[in-house]
């Protein structure tokens, strides 16, 4: 049950992280102007990535003993992108 979790947590960090970039790209590319907020959509999506990657960090710490450290990279890159795009 917690690798389903675990799973979970790290795909959809992974997944908003990428979308993220995307978003940035396409925004530089294609610039939206007023047609889309981008600037409030990149906003909130980097506090919620953030805070999910402190669960994730949380509950690796609490419910596994292994040092998987694919789940450490995926936090940092979860609250490196967060960070960026939230502030």
Avoid: K
């Avoid at 610039?31 to 959509?41: E, T």
């Amino acid at each position: 049950m917690f690798d389903r979790i675990f799973t979970f947590l790290t795909v959809a960090i992974l997944v908003i992280s990428g979308s993220l970039i995307i978003l940035s790209g396409l925004d530089y590319f294609i610039n939206f102007h007023d047609v889309w907020p981008v600037g409030a959509v990149q906003t909130y999506a980097g506090f919620f990535l953030i805070g999910m990657s402190i669960i994730l960090a949380i509950l690796h710490v609490l419910l596994s003993r292994h040092p998987l450290y694919e789940f450490w990279i995926v936090v940092m890159i979860g609250g490196i992108v967060g960070a960026i795009y939230a502030f």
